[in-house]
């Protein structure tokens, strides 16, 4: 194997890395069984063509392709900049096609199940009519209908929006284990969940998914700008829209408005980082 070769892998091992916090257990292992064999392959070319034939996986597969390409032309320095870079580039492939496609047959991710019904108990017949009297009838006060409840946050989300919104759940709730330097590179994984989500939000119509992934894209712009990635308090902060979104997607009804409460936050984080 050359040195063109052993740079690539260099570069799928550093992907792996970056993205084992990210992935689902499932996408993880998926991840690690690729990995292993463009490792003991013969050929990478061979191995680069066998993942292009993979559902969702061919801009993956050539990224690999012009990574390899590149290097063999350009004879270039594999610099530590250069590595961060194309795992980086590599890495938003991958998730991509984590999120949209799933390698090879996955069990699809089930929303929570409501609780079934109770069944109906068959009526008794009907008790005789009361008998008339002289007393006068009671006037029955009208009662306002109950404001309706938006639907549960899970019904009104497909298989891959549920998966983003559960990862998204998950990474920020973890953020204050997490040392500053390691803040910023999970910033950058939140901000690929949300690129992607935000594009399939638009093709399903979702408005309110729409409006909180492009809250979040925001939000880290601006705290990419003002250089607070790494803050503790942005860490809280995160941390509590992770467990509001984790509670928004086990409740049975009202998700919508859920939702929308979270996306506030993230619009005027000054409120949360005052506290």
Do not use: C
Request: zero cysteines; proline letters at 6%.
């Amino acid at each position: 194997m050359d040195n063109s070769d052993q740079y690539v892998l260099q570069v799928l091992r550093r992907t792996q890395l970056e993205l084992q916090d990210s992935l689902i257990p499932a996408h993880a292992e998926k991840f690690h069984r690729v990995l292993e064999k463009f490792e003991q392959a013969p050929s990478l070319r061979d191995e680069i063509l066998r993942l292009q034939s993979v559902e969702g996986f061919v801009k993956a597969a050539l990224t690999i392709q012009w990574i390899l390409e590149r290097v063999e032309h350009s004879n270039e320095e594999f610099s530590t900049e250069q590595l961060d870079a194309d795992a980086s580039l590599l890495n938003d492939k991958f998730f991509e096609a984590f999120l949209s496609e799933p390698y090879g047959t996955t069990e699809p991710m089930q929303a929570e199940k409501l609780p079934a019904e109770t069944e109906p108990q068959p009526r008794s017949a009907a008790p005789s009519p009361p008998q008339l009297s002289e007393t006068p009838p009671v006037a029955v006060q009208e009662t306002k209908p109950a404001p309706a409840l938006s639907p549960a946050l899970t019904d009104i989300l497909d298989q891959n929006l549920l998966l983003a919104f559960q990862r998204f759940a998950d990474i920020v709730s973890k953020m204050v284990e997490k040392t500053p330097s390691e803040r910023k590179s999970i910033f950058a994984v939140l901000g690929m969940i949300s690129k992607s989500s935000v594009e399939v939000a638009r093709q399903q119509n979702k408005k309110e998914v729409l409006e909180f992934f492009q809250s979040v894209i925001k939000f880290i712009t601006a705290i990419d700008a003002a250089g607070t990635t790494q803050d503790a308090r942005v860490a809280e902060m995160m941390r509590d829209v992770g467990e509001r979104l984790n509670a928004a997607l086990k409740e049975k009804s009202n998700g919508v408005e859920l939702l929308k409460n979270i996306n506030g936050i993230l619009q005027n984080p000054d409120v949360m980082l005052k506290k």
